[in-house]
Nanobody, 124 residues
Framework: QLQLVESGGGLVQPGGSLRLSCAAS????????IGWFRQAPGKEREGVSC????????NYADSVKGRFTISRDNAKNTVYLQMNSLKYEDTAVYYC?????????????????WGKGTLVTVSS
């Protein structure tokens, strides 16, 4: 069974950094496009970033471009999201999931593929 587990969230001050990890179990991550979306309280889900299976192609939401970097280590079966210059509005639960090959930020698979998420809180 395909399972993704997110980790690395926490409380950080504005301007700080966090690195989220998305670990896969039960399947080989290399075969899949993977990405991150987030959901803040009272707001709709927002696609944040995605990466193709080799890691050579990425896409970012305008709201995080230049601050977040997605990467993957297929040998470790893990995808990362490095988040720098964090802002209050980045506060959300972050989820990783399997993405479709279109690489559009809205084009990810449904909840059967989601992990439980990791909470990022940006607060002073």
């Amino acid at each position: 069974q395909l399972q993704l587990v997110e980790s690395g969230g926490g409380l950080v001050q504005p301007g700080g950094s966090l690195r989220l990890s998305c670990a896969a179990s039960g399947f080989t991550l290399y075969n899949y496009y993977i990405g991150w979306f987030r959901q803040a309280p009272g707001k709709e889900r927002e696609g944040v970033s995605c990466i193709n299976n080799s890691g050579g192609i990425t896409n970012y939401a305008d709201s995080v471009k230049g601050r977040f970097t997605i990467s993957r280590d297929n040998a470790k079966n893990t995808v990362y999201l490095q988040m720098n210059s964090l802002k209050y509005e980045d506060t959300a639960v972050y989820y990783c999931t399997v993405w479709r090959a279109s690489m559009k930020l809205t084009d990810y698979y449904g909840s059967d593929y989601w992990g439980k998420g990791t909470l990022v809180t940006v607060s002073s």
